[in-house]
């Protein structure tokens, strides 16, 4: 079993920052890339921000220059750190992982339970 535990939302004003964290635990032989997706009420889940295992990173239009995201592989995290937070920033952030759990295996994507984040105008 894999699991992503996730932790840091909250409410914040406008203008605020968090940090959020996900942890990967479990049978894991590999993991391929981590990141972070944002549900909006009404709204399609959407990617936020992303780290590959090569270092490399994407962002969405709408959170570059204000999100980064770092990873700390030997400890299967990955940190958002979301600055200049705005209201339409608001939504449930769901860590995701694509994971391989041993070499004979695919990789599949993991989700986390979801973390609120409410900015306040």
């Known amino acids: 079993q894999v699991q992503l535990v996730e932790s840091g939302g909250g409410l914040v004003q406008s203008g605020g920052s968090l940090r959020l964290s996900c942890a990967a635990s479990?049978?894991?032989?590999?993991?391929?890339?981590m990141g972070w997706y944002r549900q909006a009420a009404g709204k399609e889940r959407e990617l936020v921000a992303s780290a590959s295992g090569g270092g490399s990173t994407n962002y969405a239009d709408s959170v570059k220059g204000r999100f980064t995201i770092s990873r700390d592989s030997a400890k299967n995290t990955v940190y958002p750190q979301m600055n200049n937070l705005k209201p339409e920033d608001t939504a449930v952030y769901y860590c995701?992982?694509?994971?391989?759990?041993?070499?004979?295996?695919?990789?599949?994507?993991?989700w986390g339970q979801g973390t609120q984040v409410t900015v306040s105008s």
């Open positions: 995701n992982a694509l994971i391989q759990r041993n070499f004979y295996t695919s990789p599949g994507a993991y």
């Open positions: 479990g049978s894991i032989f590999k993991i391929i890339s």
